[in-house]
């Protein structure tokens, strides 16, 4: 097994979640009088799935103790979040494109940090001539052909906002902390993504080293990757298809060369060349540091530990309770190999990267080329508060309440819609990925009411809104 390897089944064309009323996509607003949103928790729904053999990490014996201190880190959502000014009880489920500034400079800050130059058994030939070799095979070592890849480039982020998810996974890390409250020994060297993370708390929130708390990566492929952030990870088919080295559980890694050798493209479809990673939010706590245990998965379920953590050669972090590890971020990324152009690889990169389905559609996973649907989904809570607050910035009096709000999924509507924007791009001498819109249309075109009162509501919240922004109106963030 390794630090990826996916956990969830082939995507399914309806997922369980709540959707945005943001982006792409056609929502339809049923009734307007009376009052009676949609409300509703996140269900989630568990599919097949590979896992898979492991060898890896490296020495990591921790030293003394760090003992718990009530907690450091907040039960709340993270700052960051667009959620984060939602009352409690709201439920949602939520993908979005990131907008954060430097946000693609930080996560390949993070992939150089994680990298290192070896490969293993689980990194796949390319040619496929050569089997399953220790240390990998003549084609994927440094200086081979096309080699080892030498770095990985961030092409688009992906954030995970889903309220019952982080609930669980907070109410979980709370019993750990409950638990190991004599205090737990930490990793030692630390984790390989912590000097990224501690230095941009405004893209991952503090975590509590009383319980080994980190980020970590989980490579898979890219449909199986929305599937695993719109479901969770499915535990119980972990290592189904290939066996694990530590017990079924979710196998993830500090480092981005690892996970990489799980991720895999799609050749000829539509994610060719584009390659996912999961960068996870996980609780570790008391760790059983071993370099092979058959009854390591028994031992956590006895309570004797909390986690895995595996020391080959790069080091192994397994945890067997999907509720002890939060998905927050999926980031798709470029290979970037020795022989490789760097103005080809620059080209690619300042192309916006889309997903083939509308991000926040339950269908999101579903590859066009197999299957179409055509599917209503009612909108609850965040979702239909979207909604019902475009209505009321329209200031119609007297005022209307949404009784439903209902989006359209259709496939062959969705296509027939892509292909025009693509016909309009190249009549505009657009490329892909880039805007077609120059300055001096630009200056022409102008931006109708209903859109302007989207963007003011996908901005990020303003965190002085409880106590008092003195900006009010003139605020750059959405009140």
């Given at each position: 097994?390794?630090?990826?390897?996916?956990?969830k089944?082939?995507?399914?064309?309806?997922?369980a979640?709540?959707?945005?009323?943001?982006?792409?996509?056609?929502?339809?607003?049923?009734?307007?009088v009376?009052?009676?949103?949609?409300?509703?928790s996140?269900?989630?729904?568990?599919?097949?799935?590979?896992?898979?053999?492991?060898?890896?990490?490296?020495?990591?014996?921790?030293?003394?103790?760090?003992?718990?201190?009530?907690?450091?880190?907040?039960?709340?959502?993270?700052?960051?979040?667009?959620?984060?000014?939602?009352p409690?009880n709201?439920?949602f489920?939520?993908?979005?494109?990131?907008?954060?500034?430097?946000?693609h400079?930080?996560?390949?800050?993070l992939?150089?940090?994680?990298?290192?130059?070896?490969?293993?058994?689980?990194?796949?030939?390319?040619?496929?001539?050569?089997?399953?070799?220790?240390?990998?095979?003549?084609?994927?070592?440094?200086?081979?052909?096309?080699?080892?890849?030498?770095?990985?480039?961030?092409?688009?982020?992906?954030?995970?906002?889903?309220?019952?998810?982080?609930?669980?996974?907070?109410?979980?890390?709370n019993?750990?902390?409950?638990?190991?409250?004599e205090?737990?020994?930490?990793?030692?060297?630390?984790?390989?993504?912590?000097?990224?993370?501690d230095?941009?708390?405004?893209?991952?929130?503090?975590?509590?080293?009383?319980?080994?708390?980190?980020?970590?990566?989980?490579?898979?492929?890219?449909?199986y990757?929305?599937?695993?952030?719109?479901?969770?990870?499915?535990?119980?088919?972990a290592?189904s298809?290939?066996?694990?080295?530590?017990?079924?559980?979710?196998?993830?890694?500090?480092?981005?060369?690892?996970?990489?050798?799980?991720?895999?493209?799609?050749?000829?479809g539509?994610?060719?060349?584009?390659?996912?990673?999961?960068?996870?939010?996980?609780?570790?706590?008391?760790?059983?540091?071993?370099?092979?245990?058959?009854?390591a998965?028994?031992?956590v379920?006895?309570?004797?530990?909390?986690?895995?953590?595996?020391?080959?050669?790069?080091?192994?972090?397994?945890?067997?309770?999907?509720?002890?590890?939060?998905?927050?971020?999926?980031?798709?990324?470029?290979?970037?190999?020795?022989k490789?152009?760097?103005?080809?690889?620059?080209?690619?990169?300042?192309?916006?990267?889309?997903?083939?389905?509308?991000?926040?559609?339950?269908?999101?996973?579903?590859?066009?080329?197999?299957?179409?649907?055509?599917?209503?989904?009612?909108?609850?809570?965040?979702?239909?508060?979207?909604?019902?607050?475009?209505?009321?910035?329209?200031?119609?009096?007297?005022?209307?309440k949404?009784?439903?709000?209902?989006r359209?999924?259709?496939?062959?509507?969705?296509?027939?819609?892509?292909?025009?924007?693509?016909?309009?791009?190249?009549r505009?001498?657009?490329?892909?990925?880039?805007?077609?819109?120059?300055?001096?249309?630009?200056?022409?075109?102008?931006?109708?009411?209903?859109?302007?009162?989207?963007?003011?509501?996908?901005?990020r919240?303003?965190?002085?809104?409880?106590?008092?922004?003195?900006?009010?109106?003139?605020?750059?963030?959405?009140?």
């Amino acid at each position: 097994m390794g630090a990826g390897g996916s956990t969830k089944p082939e995507p399914k064309a309806s997922t369980a979640s709540t959707a945005s009323a943001g982006g792409s996509g056609r929502a339809v607003a049923v009734g307007a009088v009376s009052s009676g949103g949609a409300g509703g928790s996140v269900a989630r729904s568990s599919g097949p799935d590979p896992a898979r053999k492991t060898s890896d990490p490296k020495p990591s014996v921790p030293k003394e103790s760090i003992k718990s201190t009530a907690s450091a880190t907040s039960d709340g959502l993270p700052e960051y979040w667009y959620h984060n000014k939602m009352p409690s009880n709201v439920s949602f489920d939520e993908m979005y494109y990131t907008q954060d500034k430097d946000i693609h400079s930080t996560f390949d800050e993070l992939f150089k940090e994680s990298y290192v130059a070896s490969a293993t058994r689980d990194r796949k030939c390319p040619t496929g001539e050569h089997g399953s070799t220790p240390g990998g095979c003549e084609c994927v070592k440094p200086g081979g052909d096309p080699g080892l890849p030498v770095a990985f480039r961030t092409r688009r982020v992906i954030r995970v906002e889903a309220s019952e998810m982080w609930r669980s996974y907070v109410k979980k890390r709370n019993l750990i902390r409950n638990r190991r409250a004599e205090g737990v020994e930490p990793m030692d060297p630390p984790p390989k993504t912590q000097s990224v993370v501690d230095s941009h708390s405004g893209m991952f929130a503090p975590l509590d080293p009383s319980v080994n708390e980190l980020y970590a990566f989980h490579g898979t492929f890219v449909r199986y990757a929305l599937s695993i952030a719109e479901n969770d990870f499915n535990i119980d088919l972990a290592g189904s298809s290939t066996g694990t080295l530590y017990g079924r559980g979710a196998y993830l890694g500090e480092s981005i060369t690892k996970a990489d050798e799980y991720a895999k493209d799609e050749p000829g479809g539509f994610y060719e060349g584009v390659f996912a990673v999961l960068v996870c939010r996980v609780t570790m706590g008391k760790m059983n540091v071993t370099a092979s245990d058959s009854e390591a998965g028994e031992k956590v379920k006895r309570m004797e530990y909390d986690s895995t953590c595996g020391k080959r050669l790069f080091r192994e972090l397994v945890i067997y309770y999907s509720d002890q590890c939060y998905p927050e971020y999926l980031v798709l990324y470029q290979r970037v190999h020795a022989k490789d152009v760097e103005d080809e690889i620059s080209n690619v990169l300042k192309r916006k990267f889309f997903m083939q389905v509308p991000l926040h559609w339950r269908n999101v996973a579903t590859d066009l080329t197999k299957k179409h649907f055509r599917d209503h989904h009612e909108l609850a809570d965040s979702g239909y508060q979207h909604m019902q607050c475009l209505v009321n910035q329209a200031r119609v009096a007297p005022s209307r309440k949404l009784q439903r709000v209902l989006r359209l999924e259709d496939s062959s509507l969705w296509e027939q819609f892509v292909e025009f924007k693509r016909d309009l791009r190249e009549r505009l001498g657009g490329e892909e990925g880039i805007s077609a819109v120059t300055p001096e249309m630009d200056n022409k075109l102008k931006v109708n009411a209903v859109e302007k009162d989207l963007r003011a509501l996908m901005k990020r919240p303003c965190k002085f809104l409880k106590s008092g922004c003195k900006r009010g109106d003139k605020c750059k963030f959405s009140h």
